[in-house]
Structures are given as C-alpha cells and as structure tokens.
C-alpha cells in the first residue's frame, strides 16, 4: 500500500474511534460559522476563541446581521481576542458578501481565498469543511505531525520547507474525505502529536514515525527564525471632569487601530513628575488645573512582536481646565460600550 493512503487510513481511523476533542463548530457545514471560527483561531487558542465564537453566533446568526452591525458593536464583542486587524477584515468581508453576493458565500476556493483576511489554510478549512473540496490545511499542528512521521528536517517557517509541506500535505490529503481527514490531521496534532510531551506511547504511527525511531521527536518540525520582541513604554493619563473621561479612538497603521484609549505618552521610563512635565507640553494638561491623585504599578501586554509596559495616572481636573484637540469627553456608562485594547479594558475593571 503507498504511504499516502497508508497513512491517511491510520489517521481517520484514530479519528473515527479515539478522537474525543470537542468544539462547537466541529461538523458544522454552514460555511459563514466555519469562517468566522477560522478568523477568530487565527493566532487565538480554542479554548479562548470558543466562547467568543458562542456569543458571535448568538449576536450575529448570519453573515448579513454580522454586515450590518456598527463597527463599534462588533469591536467590543471582539475585545480581549486581540490580532484587532482580523476584526476588520471580518467586518469587511461581512458587507462584502451581504451587497457583492447577496449573502452567499463563495464555495471555489479560489474565490474563498481572495476574501480579505482570508490565506491558503483558511481557505482550505472552508473549502473542505463547508463543500468537501480537495484542499489540505497546513497549519502548525499539520507541521508537526508531517515533520515528525515523515522525518523532515526543511524548516517549516522557510519558503521551500512551506511549499514542500504544502505539496506533501496534499498528497496526502483523502480526497474522498477531505474535510474529515483535515479535522483529524488538525485534532491529532492539538491532542496526540504535540508540541511539548506528545503521546507517543499508542500512537498509531510509533512503529513508522521518524521522530520516535531516531529519538528527535523535541527537535522536530525545525525552525529558524527566531521572533525579535520589541519594549514599549506607555504612559497613559486617565482624565476626568465631573463624571467624563477624555478618550480617542487610535488610527493609523500601528497596533490597536480603531480600538479606544485614554491620552496617551509613549517614549523612555519616565518619572511620574516627568510624564506630567511632558503632559504639560504637548497640551494635555494644564499647569495648576489638575491634580494627580494616582498613579498604578506597570502593567504588561505581550504581543507577537511587541511588550507593551504601561501604566495609569488617574488625573482630576479643575473647573477652568481645557479640552486638549483630538479627544472627546465620554461619560462612564458610554465608556462600557466602547472597545479597548485588553491591558486598558483590565485595568478600567479593576480601576473601577
């Protein structure tokens, strides 16, 4: 028998009799649930990205409702995901298939595969899941597992290691079953092959696994490059006039866009004298119409390629004080309905 159907038959056999891991979308063919689960496990885990999943589903029961919400709605049930740039390519998929489309997603993957937000796993995710089409997903568990079974020592984050997994992976691919068999490829490596401690004691392919037989099972799938984390220092002054804080909404190409924020200082660890210092120059603040009255330790936010360290001034101002450009005042019940970056939205929980 070749390897390839070989090893499918090993996998789907696993999957139909020992699989037991459980999601909310698993099954579903309706191809706008399976796409905005896809979107929302980019970069997210599954045990975070199922609850949010739930309460899109519920807000939002079709790709056309999900169209025609406010951006500002659909942030704040997206707030503390994260990736913010996925929400709006969510958004604008969403209005592009409710008006181009009439609410019909495409099914050929080449057309899935345009959508913006959309790259060559998602859609072949939709493509197997929703129409059965012949696609293979290649995602991290789908290294793993094919970098460890078949011994491959290319790297999986190098050009010629991704189009060599990608082509091994479609060879591989059932396609009779294409949809199934990538469930059980993704679900074998999330719950059997993992990352760290894989169970390789009853593993259906410990007797042909290269990894298990050269004892390389840690090393493998290999990786070169190596993410460079950038630190970012913030300083943001949490403003209130009778009841108002001052906010604005980020724009621009940087992190966070559209999310909400409190004036905002970005540069070296400063002293809080310092920081007031600088308030005072660009505007922000007022010399002797306002009172510091506290300043919280430094919390800490880890993006991909970023920390983020910030910390809060709590400032109240007096009754002469001005409203500096770019901001807007903004009662504390408006404030819970507005979208923040999660270190702000933690701290304003706690503050409160």
Not at 66 to 94: F, H, I, M, P, Q
Not at 175 to 199: H, T, W
Not at 251 to 276: C, M, Q, T
Request: proline fraction near 5%.
């Amino acid at each position: 028998m070749e390897p390839s159907k070989q090893f499918a038959l090993r996998l789907l056999k696993w999957h139909r009799e020992k699989n037991t891991r459980q999601m909310p979308w698993k099954g579903e063919k309706d191809p706008y649930k399976i796409w905005l689960s896809e979107i929302i496990l980019q970069q997210t885990r599954v045990e975070q990205g199922w609850d949010y999943y739930n309460r899109f589903i519920t807000t939002y029961p079709t790709i056309q409702q999900l169209a025609a919400a406010t951006d500002e709605r659909v942030y704040k049930l997206w707030e503390g995901l994260g990736y913010y740039s996925r929400c709006r390519n969510l958004l604008a998929t969403a209005r592009l298939i409710s008006t181009e489309r009439k609410g019909q997603f495409p099914s050929r993957y080449e057309d899935i595969l345009v959508l913006k937000g959309v790259g060559p796993y998602t859609a072949a995710a939709i493509a197997s899941f929703a129409f059965n089409l012949p696609h293979a997903v290649v995602d991290g568990n789908v290294f793993r597992v094919l970098a460890r079974v078949f011994g491959i020592t290319l790297s999986s984050d190098s050009t010629e290691g991704k189009k060599y997994f990608t082509q091994l992976a479609n060879q591989l691919l059932d396609p009779r079953s294409p949809g199934e068999y990538n469930q059980a490829i993704m679900d074998f490596g999330a719950v059997v092959c993992k990352p760290a401690a894989p169970l390789c004691t009853g593993c259906p392919f410990q007797r042909t696994c290269k990894a298990y037989q050269q004892g390389k099972v840690e090393e493998w799938p290999v990786r070169t490059k190596k993410t460079t984390v950038k630190d970012r220092w913030f300083d943001y002054l949490v403003i209130e006039n009778r009841g108002r804080f001052l906010l604005r909404k980020r724009i621009g190409k940087d992190i966070w866009a559209n999310l909400y924020e409190f004036p905002l200082l970005e540069g070296n660890r400063l002293s809080p004298k310092a920081v007031l210092k600088k308030a005072e120059g660009l505007g922000l603040l007022t010399s002797g119409q306002y009172h510091a009255v506290n300043i919280s330790p430094w919390h800490e936010q880890l993006l991909s390629h970023q920390k983020i360290h910030a910390r809060f001034f709590d400032v109240e101002l007096g009754p002469k004080a001005k409203k500096p450009e770019g901001y807007v005042w903004v009662s504390r019940k408006k404030i819970t309905e507005l979208a923040f970056p999660r270190l702000i939205a933690k701290y304003w929980t706690h503050r409160r």
